[in-house]
């Protein structure tokens, strides 16, 4: 499985960002898909996943109801829509993948839980 992701830049706080992931090599249907970010010298942090399926959706506090991920089967890509972006948003963030149905609930926001990932893309949030 290979992930791509893109959609990153820069953008005004309060302002918003769609990042995409798109993988080959499996349908995303068949993945647990997440989002990370990492500041360059920190630990690379949870932001979003969804496991067995789209509909089973997990979000960091400091996101929450401000991110949605989501899946395009049509692009096989996973998306991550990033609304009301704060200075500390800004990161580089990364898609990760696992076979769906092998995190365990208590692993998904671990990023040792995911086998794939992305290169990562730059967020940047200006004041």
């Known amino acids: 499985v290979q992930l791509q992701a893109s959609g990153g830049g820069l953008v005004r706080a309060g302002g918003s960002l769609r990042l995409s992931c798109a993988a080959s090599?499996?349908?995303?249907?068949?993945?647990?898909m997440g989002w990370f970010r990492q500041i360059p010298g920190n630990e690379r942090e949870f932001v979003a996943a969804?496991?067995?399926?789209?509909?089973?959706?997990y979000y960091a506090d400091s996101v929450k109801g401000r991110f949605t991920i989501s899946s395009d089967n049509a692009k096989n890509t996973v998306n991550l829509q990033m609304n009301s972006l704060m200075l500390e948003d800004t990161a580089i963030y990364y898609c990760?993948?696992?076979?769906?149905?092998?995190?365990?609930?208590?692993?998904?926001?671990?990023?040792?839980?995911?086998?794939?990932w992305g290169q990562g893309t730059l967020v940047t949030v200006s004041s």
């Open positions: 990760a993948a696992a076979t769906r149905g092998r995190i365990i609930l208590s692993a998904v926001t671990s990023p040792s839980a995911y086998t794939y």
């Open positions: 090599g499996r349908t995303v249907s068949n993945l647990d």
């Open positions: 969804f496991r067995r399926g789209p509909s089973n959706t």
